[in-house]
């Protein structure tokens, strides 16, 4: 990275910084000698930061600041306030706050124009939570079981297509493979089988809305934005047809979740609307999606470089096939554990949400570790990064170590080390609901790969694109394999 690019792009996060802060801010701060506050980051004290961000990136960056001024500081910003809470020990009241006391405020403002006014944080906070409800619900175990079937013909299908051998770009395969797996399960037969292209190629323009740009001025009127809102509302014509076909000939049998938003109902008995239904859909697709590809390739970077592990997690297969077979099943997949815990670590090291904001509606007051208390103010921004707690070298043993290990039976690190040691999928009252899907869809395509094929490295290790709103492998992942006999 070249000096001018990289003042360039501290700059862009400075702003980025400003204006997030602003957009959730309602007032200025008024606080009173009294209290206990944060030690403050000003405005000067950041021109130190700049070849630390240009030399070593964001992590550093945030690392140099929890060095010089400890767990908890506030950086003081145009006349704004963001409060860092750094480690498990001040997270508490970040994630099992009420929203009355914390919340996201209007950080998510950006997903009304990608998923429409009637959903997600176009809607008030009371409905926002029964749509969550519905979503939820279609997580339960009872429900995933009945997803495997139709997930693992996706797997199987899409394997059946390579050859005997051959190169391939890893990250382009697992991504599409993902994005049929999601067709299914999702959205239904319909999706999959009829308008599966139609449907990626307009989800694809709304994808591609997720930036910078649009994180800070979503209504901007500009290319992708309008590619967004013209695939939005087409999106919603296809699925509201589905829905209005499958109210006149019945519900199908795959249990998919488009089928659960049509069964649901809000607490006074109200059914779902068409709009609703659709906007739904979008959502709970781009969320399986958009991160999931990140956290598999991620997963596929370090198995594949990291010989021990990929025996390790082959060996594992062997004794379930011995066990119980060809056959993967709901419980099969539970049994994973080796796996499990490969998947888990490459998400400890690149998180998908590499720093959590919400913003505090009320005061309140945090310990540190070292027994250091401070008093929040209200209508402070408070930031939570996962990549710096994931890093801690007091609960994680050689943290820049890719070490499974770290969460098996004998060490159970994150377990130790507190109850939000570990937060990959969030944690608390806003915790990701689709977790479990998430691991059963990565192991279920592990599982058959290396079972069926041996796939090998091809590329150098890759560097994160922190350009990317969820930061991704930057650049192909090339891979040989060789089918298994």
Known sequence: ????????????????????????????????????????????????????????????????????????????????????????????????????????????????????????????????NEQMRFSSDSMTPLNLRRKVEPMLQEVKDYFSQWGEDGIVDLKHELKHLLMLISSRALLGREVREEVFMEFCQLFSDIQGSANMINLLFPYVPILTNRQRDRARIKLIEILSEIVRSRKLSGPVGDGDMLQKFMDSRYRDGRSTTEEEIAGLCIAIFFAANHTCSHAITWTAAYLLSHEDCLTTVVEEQKNIIRENKDRIDY??????????????????????????????????????????QYDIPKDHILASPTILNHNMSYIYKNPQQYDPDRFGPERKEDKIGGKFSYTSFGAGRHACFGEAYAYMKFKMIWSYMLRNFEVKLLSSFPIEDSRKFVPEPQGKMMVSYKRLR
């Open 1 to 128: 990275m070249d000096m001018t690019s990289s003042a360039v792009w501290f700059a862009i996060a400075l702003l980025f910084l400003s204006v997030v802060v602003t957009k959730i801010v309602s007032g200025r701060l008024i606080t009173s000698d009294r209290r206990r506050l944060p030690p403050v980051v000003n405005g000067l004290a950041m021109l130190v930061l700049v070849p630390i961000f240009i030399r070593n990136g964001r992590q550093a960056t945030i690392q140099y600041l929890h060095t010089k001024f400890g767990s908890v500081f506030t950086i003081s910003l145009f006349g704004l306030k963001l409060t860092f809470l750094i480690g498990p020990e001040v997270a508490d009241h970040f994630f099992q706050g009420l929203d009355s006391e914390i919340s996201y405020g209007k950080i998510y403002e950006f997903t009304v124009p990608m998923f429409g006014q009637a959903v997600g944080y176009g809607i008030d906070s009371t409905t926002q």
């Open 331 to 372: 419980n099969i997949l539970s049994h994973m554990h080796f796996l499990h815990r490969c998947i888990k670590e490459a998400l400890r090291m690149h998180p998908p949400v590499p720093v959590f904001l919400r913003k505090a509606h009320m005061p309140f007051t945090v310990r540190t570790k070292q027994g250091d």
